[in-house]
Nanobody, 128 residues
């Protein structure tokens, strides 16, 4: 079992930055690939970023590439999402997720159903 708790959301202006954090419980955090997803009102949950178990490789949605950076600290059981140059279209509830099943060799890390555990979400609102 892994429990995930996100923090760091808030209301910012376009162009600002935010850093989301996700704290994981359990002693097996390093055995999970981690992802960030987001869901805007009236829209489906969408993939944002993924990081493999040892943190060496990352993947991003095209819409955030070059602006967002995912990182993890396995010693502290945390995964972070640094979000720069925020846009109004980034407004959503952001979720942290853990997966024992995704592979970096295919696109499975983009699929929300491949993730075993989810946090409760943190709201990010970007005003114009």
């Amino acid at each position: 079992q892994v429990q995930l708790v996100e923090s760091g959301g808030g209301l910012v202006q376009a162009g600002d930055s935010l850093r989301l954090s996700c704290a994981a419980s359990g002693r097996t955090f390093s055995s999970y690939a981690m992802g960030w997803f987001r869901q805007a009102p009236g829209k489906e949950r969408e993939f944002v970023a993924h990081i493999i178990r040892n943190g060496i490789s990352t993947h991003y949605a095209d819409s955030v590439k070059g602006r967002f950076t995912i990182s993890r600290d396995n010693a502290k059981n945390t995964v972070n999402l640094q979000m720069n140059s925020l846009k109004p279209e980034d407004t959503a509830v952001y979720y942290c997720a853990a997966s024992s099943r995704v592979s970096a060799m295919d696109d499975s890390f983009r699929v929300s159903s491949m993730y075993n555990y989810w946090g409760q979400g943190t709201q990010v609102t970007v005003s114009r």
